[in-house]
């Protein structure tokens, strides 16, 4: 037998993404594999085990191995837990919700309906949702109609895993990849094998009946975790459960019936399969009770782009059908019942927005061309073909950031040469002679992946991550490097190194591009470094003249040049890209790219930020790069500029203290 103890690093702990790896990894050797964390003990090829194991982050964990492949098995456990699990949950933590009241009726002097005013909770996903509440209650399942049982379970389980795997597909065709990864771990827990024995071992209950038990104990096991975001996914359990019970019992599965007319959906809870089963054009927004900022319904929402918020008070329960609310995701509060003008200006503020987007999406074919004649790209942020193809719908002028870690992520192995090649050429087809920036593989201790084995750091966002960990593994970096080269030809490729911070990591690269085209016979490409360390920055007139484009990433600039964690909820009102010192940053970038005639574009969240945008152009920036839905709204904001005017309004801004004064003064500029 073989054992080591471990520490688990992942932010979150042993949360279902991690879990999931974990779990099939170790089902890939015939060794007996178990986890022991304090007092309890876990079976590592059982997902449900793993999860009641409770493993928060800082766990430290005895893995023990026992069998005839046990050498391979602990080496290859220990590599993938030191590396994070392909922990890659890109939806930062937030803090978890206060405790809401228990009931309307316990003390007389609780509000009542009528006189409840705003209620409050945690802002989930961004955006204002004005509309009649609609009450979501899932269907009760009748006991007494488990004895009749029309399906077996093994049969109910196919039959799941099929509609788990449609739910799959759907989301990942709306690119919601990392969503669609929920449904992936729902698959998991279905072949999960202690819950199959505990389901079967019952032989004094029904079928049914046994199932539910299995899975009321262990969901029950996972709720009483200490950590919030390990005991939310009790919730994915139950999911499960109720899927295959209503199969068992040939209950079919039908959509969510909603009014005819947009409703803001509330709930005390919402499963990931209820959430994916509205449709999306009748939900304005959702108000849950026990869903948390980490919930999946919350990741749900946002992705979807429909305003919600989690921890509401249990008030919210009471109201009617049909009530009026204002419900603020950037807030976190539902306005209940609000006066009639405080209403009629959030309605006007909500339809404003959507006629603004729908003119903008028929006019998405226009260039972005100010009144006074200046041109702006507008590209788009992707990360797979079907970005690509979204991207041309949505009628982009490229592919300003093209993500590559999607084909490293959630697999064992790394890619191979010809797999990253295939990618590459489809989506250099796709797009046509327009341009693809494609970043080399940016990851690291924040994004790990479980074949490539980093040292624990203790802040992986200054550690071994970006271009510092592709020259440090330079057969990674060279068969990706050869994959583009091989499909430039096919398209407008160019490259695109991220996390550089001085000029030695430029010319390292580069001495491998040459080296990799002169083997290919591959034709020139145009090289560019992300602008996102504030050496980088402040170096930009040292390094222009060695590249052909600067792409600044504004998300991780801000981030390291005020010294705030872009995760930490606490700060997020003050990591602003508009702070004056990140746009004192990002003003010398510009003017050291076009003192050497070499182009300047943004490719972080701040290029769709209506704020930002005039400030930007205002100090001469070539592109912006936005989210895919984007992409037409900001085009037609740069038809509405006049350059003339805005590049004196953005030489004032680098004059303000702070990002609210940039705001304010953005604001009174524009009315």
Sequence with gaps: ???????????????????????????????????????????????????????????????????????????????????????NDSHAAAPQPAPVAKSLATTPSEPTPATLG?????????????????????????????????????????????????????????????????????????????????????????????????????AAA??????????????????????????????????ISLPANPVVIVARELSPSDTASFDSEHVLGFGIVEGGPTSHIAILARALGIPAIVGVEEAMLALADGVPVILNGNDGTLTVNPDPDVLARAAQSQRRWLEYRRFAAEQAALPAVTTDG???????????????????????????????????????????????????????????????????????GDKPLPYIQLKAELNPFLGERGIRLCLNRPELFREQLRAILRAASYGNLRIMFPMVSDLSEIRQARAIIDELRHELNAPEIQIGIMIEVPSAALLADKLAPEIDFFSIGTNDLTQYALAMDRGNASLAAKHDGLHP???????????????????????????????????????????????????????????????????????????????????????????
């Excluded at 797999?419 to 970043?439: D, G, K, N």
């Design 222 to 255: 996972i709720a009483a975790l200490n950590d919030p975001t390990l005991s939310a996914r009790a919730a994915d359990l139950r999911d499960v459960g109720q899927r295959v019970l209503r199969l068992m019992l040939g209950l079919s599965e039908k959509g």
């Design 374 to 444: 200046h041109h702006v790209d507008v590209t788009a942020n992707a990360g797979s073909p079907a970005d690509a193809a979204e991207a041309m719908k949505m009628s982009a002028d490229g592919i300003g950031l093209l993500r590559t870690e999607f084909l490293f992520l959630e697999r064992s192995t790394a890619p191979t040469e010809d797999e990253q090649f295939s990618v590459y050429r489809a989506i250099a087809e796709t797009m046509q002679s327009l341009p693809v920036i494609v970043r080399t593989l940016d990851i690291g």
């Design 581 to 671: 010192a990140v746009l004192r940053l990002i003003a010398h970038t510009i003017e050291s790219a076009h003192k050497y005639g070499k182009r300047a574009d943004i490719c972080g969240e701040l290029g769709s930020d209506p704020a930002a945008v005039p400030v930007l152009i205002g100090l001469g920036m070539d592109e912006l790069s936005v989210s895919i839905p984007s992409v037409p709204t900001v085009k037609a904001q740069v038809r509405g500029l006049k350059l003339s005017d805005i590049q004196p309004l953005a030489q004032q801004a680098l004059q303000c203290s702070t990002a609210q004064e940039v705001r304010e003064l953005v604001k009174k500029h524009f009315g």
């Design 1 to 87: 037998m073989k054992q080591i103890e471990l520490v688990i690093q992942n932010p979150t702990g042993l949360h279902a993404r991690p879990a999931k790896v974990l779990v099939t990894l170790a089902k890939q050797f015939k060794s007996e594999i178990s986890l022991q964390y304090e007092s309890k003990r876990a079976n590592a090829k059982s997902m449900v085990s793993v999860l009641t194991l409770g493993a928060v982050s800082g766990s430290c964990i005895l893995i023990q191995v026992n069998g005839e492949d046990e050498d391979s098995a602990i080496r290859e456990i220990e590599a993938a837990v030191r590396s994070g699990l392909g922990d």
């Design 118 to 218: 705003v209620l409050k909770g945690i802002g989930a996903a961004p955006g204002i949702a004005v509309g009649p509440v609609f009450h979501f209650r899932p269907a009760e399942l009748d006991e007494n109609s488990f004895i009749d049982a029309k399906v077996s379970l093994p049969e109910a389980i196919s039959q799941a895993k099929e509609q788990l795997t449609l739910l799959h597909q759907q989301m990942a065709g709306k690119k919601l990849g990392a969503e669609a990864a929920i449904f992936e771990a729902h698959i998991e827990l279905l072949e999960d094998p202690e819950l199959l024995e505990a389901a079967q071992a019952a032989a004094n209950q029904s079928a049914a009946k046994a199932w539910k038990t299995a899975i009321e104990e262990r």
